[in-house]
């Protein structure tokens, strides 16, 4: 079940086909995961457990007599939610929940400065920057089985020269977490400074079973609380 951001619809992903050899669902290795953590819920069927997430969507549904939430969207492919007079429209109709129903970028609980930049990570031993941007073979990493053949870090010749740095040979991308390794090449668009690995690999892309996430430091981004993703700062170094 798939429940899309800000709108009101939720729709449900069935197989195309049955699984073939070791492949499982979502749900199935999530709850081995958590079978195998000690934090596992009581064994529950598929049907259970999408009427379980359905009925927790808050919202009138309009449903046929004696049809339930799971049946609707069976039929149907979508369940949405249903409301008296006008559909409701973000920014028109239905509106942020502060007392002048607008929205604040800025609320005073915030602070004077929230969104001041944070001091540089970077230090002597880990001067470059680690990124990771979407591609256009790639957004994440569900669909990194797909998207790569050979995955290189990339870095500006600059950078690579003044660290005796050849193309084509396996490097190691390293802070005080712990190291990648892939092979180099050069790219004279990429600034300076940075060093670009792409975003949504699997650990069978590297050549030691590491990827990107692994040198990403814990903070936070102060407003948000999202991860730092893009402070990660690394040196790419030659393979003694």
């Known amino acids: 079940m798939a429940i899309s951001y800000g709108t009101y619809a939720v729709q449900l992903s069935e197989p195309v086909i049955p699984p073939i050899g070791e492949a499982r669902s979502n749900t199935a290795v999530f709850s081995e995961l958590a079978r195998r953590l000690g934090v596992g819920l009581p064994e529950e069927e598929d049907d259970a457990r999408i009427r379980r997430a359905l009925g927790a969507i808050e919202g009138p549904v309009a449903l046929p007599a004696g049809e339930d939430r799971l049946g609707a969207i069976r039929r149907d492919g979508v369940l949405r939610l249903t409301f008296e007079g006008q559909g ?83 490097v190691r991308i390293h802070n005080g977490l712990g190291e990648v390794r892939v092979p180099l090449r050069l790219n004279p668009d990429l600034r300076p400074g940075v060093a670009h690995l792409p975003k949504g690999i699997w650990s069978r892309h590297t050549r030691n079973g590491v990827v990107g996430a692994a040198l990403v430091p814990d903070a936070l981004s102060e407003v948000s609380k999202g991860a730092c993703f893009n402070d990660a700062r690394v040196e790419v170094s030659a393979i003694p």
């Not at 690579?160 to 193309?167: E, I, K, Q, Y």
Request: hydrophobic share 35%; net charge negative.
């Open 88 to 170: 409701p429209v973000q920014f028109d109709t239905a509106l942020p929940g502060t007392p002048d129903g607008k929205a604040r970028l800025w609320p005073e609980e915030w602070g004077s400065d929230p969104y001041r930049f944070l001091e540089d990570p970077a230090d002597a031993e880990h001067p470059l920057a680690l990124i990771s941007p979407s591609s256009d073979r790639s957004i994440c990493s569900t669909l990194g089985e797909f998207g790569f053949g050979q995955v290189f870090v990339e870095m500006n010749p600059r950078d690579a020269g003044a660290r005796g740095l050849v193309p084509g040979t396996e």
